[in-house]
């Protein structure tokens, strides 16, 4: 149906910078929205950010560091990652879900495709 797959994570020293990408493979849909999560070790996995006909929408931790984008085709999302932290580590997926069909895009319960994920490490 659809596949994600996620690009670009990598070893990088705090305060450097990194951007992923995920490519949306198959017929999607006419509206969706396309999200960014993150999971670090022994935690939940949280939205970082999200892109949608309505906008978009970060999470506290890294607003004014990260920026979300898409192609002019909308089949590849980007996160621009800035400044980054050791606590922002971790794996980083791509997900979508049909616009309309949620009311939370930083809320992974709502997603329905997800990507197998990136590794991020943050040294210090």
């Known amino acids: 149906e659809v596949r994600l797959v996620e690009s670009g994570g990598k070893l990088v020293q705090a305060g450097g910078s990194l951007r992923l990408s995920c490519t949306i493979f198959?017929?999607?849909?006419?509206?969706?929205?396309i999200a960014w999560f993150r999971q670090a070790p022994g935690k939940e996995r949280e939205g970082v950010s999200c892109i949608s006909t309505s906008g978009v929408d970060y999470a506290e931790s890294v607003k004014g560091r990260f920026t979300i984008a898409t192609d002019d085709a909308q089949k590849t999302l980007f996160l621009e990652m800035n400044n980054l932290k050791p606590e922002d580590a971790g794996v980083y997926y791509c997900?979508?879900?049909?616009?309309?069909?949620?009311?939370?895009?930083?809320?992974?319960?709502?997603?329905?495709?997800w990507g197998k994920g990136t590794t991020v490490t943050v040294s210090s």
């Open positions: 198959g017929d999607t849909f006419v509206d969706y929205a």
């Open positions: 997900s979508v879900v049909p616009e309309g069909d949620y009311n939370d895009c930083l809320e992974a319960d709502y997603m329905d495709y």
